[in-house]
C-alpha cells in the first residue's frame, strides 16, 4: 500500500488547491464578480453562503460514499465539479447564475475539502491516520497564501473570468491527477491493523446514551469553532479597528493569524503528537477567549497577541475536527458520521459573517466577547466529552 506521506502530500497539495479555489475565491474576485453581473458584492457573498449550506447538505452522502468506495473516486469527481462551477461562473451575467454556479460549486466542496480528504485517509489508515490529517491541514494551511496573490495576479491580467477559467484548468491538470494516484481503498480492519487493541477500541465502552451525547456536543463544538474562525476572517480588521488600532496596523496583525494557524498545526505535528486530542482540542478552545482578555485588558498593545493566539488555537481545532470523530467513534462509518457532525458547523458557517457583523455594529470590539464566550462553552462540551471518555471502561466492564 502507498505510505502514509506520499498519500499525505497528494492529499496536501489537493487541498491547498481546492481551498484555493473555493473557499478563498469570494475575498478576492466578489467584487469584480458583482460590478460586472450588476449585483452588489453582500449579494455575491451570499450565493457562496449558499454554497457553504449545499456543502452542509451533501456531506453525509460524500462521507457514505467514502466510506463504500474509498475517497479516491470521489475526490476525483469532486475535482471535475470543480472545473465545472468555476467555468459556470466564468460565464455568468445574471444574479441567478452566480447563485447557479456556487451551488455546482457547493456540491463539490461538500464532497471534495477536508472532511472528504480526512474520511480518505481514515478509510486507508485507520486509527493510524492523526498524523495525516495534521500533514494535509499543515500543506492547506498555505490555500490563502497561494489563492488570495494568484487570483489577484489572474483577475489583474486576464480578468476574474478568465481567472475562474485558469482555476478550473488547475482542477483537471493538477488536481485531479493527484487523486487519480491516491490508492484504491482496502478493508477498514486491514487498513486499522497495526493500531493497538487499546485504539481499536477506545470508543466502545461508551454506552449508547454516553455515544449519543458525545455526538451532540462534538457537533456543537465543531460549530462553535467554525462560526468563530469564519466571523473572525470576516471581520477581525473591523474589530482591530474598532478597538482602537489604525487601518495599516489592523490589516498587518490580522495577516498574523495565517501563520499562526500553520504555527498551531506544526505544535500539533511535533509537540502535542504524544497529547490525546481532547487534551489538545481543550488547549486550542481556550486560545481565542485568553486573546479576547488580553485585548480587553491591554488594548491595542495586545492586538497582536490576540491575532496569534486566535490562529494558533483555530489551527489546531481544524487537526482536532479530523481527530476527535476518529478517537471516539473509530474508523468503522467515519466519513458518513463525519459528514453529519459537520452539518451544522456548515449552516452556522454560512450565516457567521452576517451575524457577528451584527454584533460588532451594535457592540464594537466588546463583540469578541461573545465569541470568547463560546469558545469557553465549547471547551467546557469537551470537558464533558473527557468525563465520558473516562467512564467508558467502567460501563464496559459492566457489560
Not at 447564475?97 to 474520511?119: I, K, P, R, T
Request: charged share 10%.
Amino acid at each position: 500500500m502507498q505510505s502514509r506521506a506520499t498519500t499525505t502530500v497528494l492529499l496536501g497539495v489537493a487541498q491547498t488547491l481546492a481551498w484555493a479555489s473555493s473557499y478563498y475565491l469570494p475575498a478576492v474576485l466578489a467584487g469584480a464578480i458583482g460590478k460586472d453581473t450588476g449585483i452588489s458584492t453582500s449579494t455575491v457573498f451570499g450565493a457562496f453562503s449558499v454554497a457553504l449550506l449545499v456543502s452542509a447538505a451533501i456531506g453525509p452522502y460524500a462521507g457514505r460514499l467514502i466510506d463504500r468506495l474509498g475517497g479516491r473516486p470521489v475526490l476525483i469527481a469532486s475535482n471535475v465539479v470543480f472545473a465545472a462551477g468555476l467555468a459556470a461562473l466564468s460565464q455568468a451575467t445574471h444574479a441567478s447564475h452566480v447563485f447557479a454556479a456556487w451551488a455546482l460549486m457547493g456540491l463539490a466542496m461538500g464532497s471534495g475539502l477536508y472532511e472528504a480528504a480526512f474520511a480518505t485517509v481514515v478509510r486507508l489508515h485507520g486509527q493510524e491516520a492523526r498524523r495525516a490529517i495534521t500533514g494535509i491541514t499543515l500543506f492547506a494551511g498555505f490555500a490563502s497564501t497561494v489563492g488570495w496573490p494568484l487570483s489577484a495576479y489572474l483577475e489583474s491580467t486576464v480578468g476574474w473570468r478568465g481567472a475562474c477559467l485558469a482555476w478550473a484548468a488547475l482542477h483537471l491538470v493538477i488536481g485531479l491527477p493527484l487523486n487519480v494516484l491516491l490508492p484504491r481503498a482496502s478493508r477498514i480492519d486491514q487498513a486499522s491493523k497495526g493500531a493497538t487493541v487499546a485504539e481499536k477500541d477506545v470508543g466502545a465502552g461508551l454506552a449508547p446514551a454516553q455515544q449519543r451525547r458525545a455526538a451532540v456536543l462534538m457537533a456543537y463544538v465543531f460549530a462553535v469553532t467554525w462560526f468563530i474562525s469564519t466571523a473572525m476572517a470576516a471581520h477581525l480588521p473591523e474589530l482591530l479597528l474598532a478597538s482602537g488600532a489604525t487601518l495599516a496596523a489592523a490589516v498587518g496583525i490580522a495577516a498574523l493569524v495565517g501563520p499562526a494557524q500553520v504555527v498551531g498545526r506544526v505544535i500539533e505535528f511535533t509537540f502535542l503528537k504524544r497529547a490525546h486530542p481532547l487534551l489538545s482540542a481543550r488547549l486550542a478552545t481556550l486560545a481565542h477567549p485568553l486573546g479576547a482578555l488580553c485585548l480587553g485588558l491591554f488594548g491595542t498593545s495586545a492586538a497582536a497577541v490576540f491575532a496569534v493566539l486566535h490562529g494558533l488555537g483555530n489551527g489546531i481545532l481544524t487537526i482536532a475536527i479530523g481527530t476527535l470523530p476518529l478517537l471516539i467513534f473509530g474508523a468503522k462509518g467515519y466519513g458518513q458520521r463525519q459528514g453529519f457532525l459537520m452539518v451544522p458547523a456548515r449552516i452556522v458557517q454560512a450565516g457567521a459573517p452576517f451575524l457577528f457583523g451584527m454584533a460588532v455594529e451594535r457592540w464594537g470590539d466588546r463583540a469578541l466577547w461573545f465569541s470568547a464566550v463560546l469558545g469557553l462553552s465549547a471547551c467546557v462540551a469537551l470537558v464533558v466529552m473527557t468525563v465520558d471518555m473516562k467512564k467508558a471502561p467502567l460501563v464496559a466492564a459492566a457489560h
